[in-house]
């Protein structure tokens, strides 16, 4: 069992950077790709980006490619969510996902572990 807790979103003003944090409970996180996905108001949710498990592979959405980057110490069993140059349509609930495998992936449903979720809103 894997359990997950983000944290580390906030109120920030568009162009800033915020870091996100997501660690895992469970011995199994250092085999594990990792996800972040994200739901903003009235949205369903949509994939941010993903990571394998030793971080030889990244993928990103358009939408944030080249202003996030995705990161994980698996000595500290925690992935993070490096986000710049903030946009207002970058408000959403942040949630991060674990697999049951190595490999990254932009399907949500190929995700079986789910954090709760941490709350961004990026204000002008």
């Known amino acids: 069992q894997v359990q997950l807790v983000e944290s580390g979103g906030g109120l920030v003003q568009a162009g800033a950077s915020l870091r996100l944090s997501c660690t895992a409970s469970?011995?199994?996180?250092?085999?594990?790709?990792m996800g972040w996905f994200r739901q903003a108001p009235g949205k369903e949710r949509e994939f941010v980006a993903t990571?394998?498990?030793?971080?030889?592979?990244?993928y990103y959405s358009d939408s944030v490619k080249g202003r996030f980057t995705i990161s994980r110490d698996n000595a500290k069993n925690t992935v993070f969510l490096q986000m710049n140059s903030l946009k207002l349509e970058d408000t959403a609930v942040y949630y991060c996902a674990a697999r049951q495998t190595y490999t990254t992936s932009r399907v949500e449903s190929d995700y079986y572990y789910w954090g709760r979720g941490t709350q961004l809103t990026v204000s002008s």
């Open positions: 469970g011995r199994t996180f250092g085999s594990s790709g």
């Open positions: 990571i394998n498990y030793i971080s030889t592979t990244t």
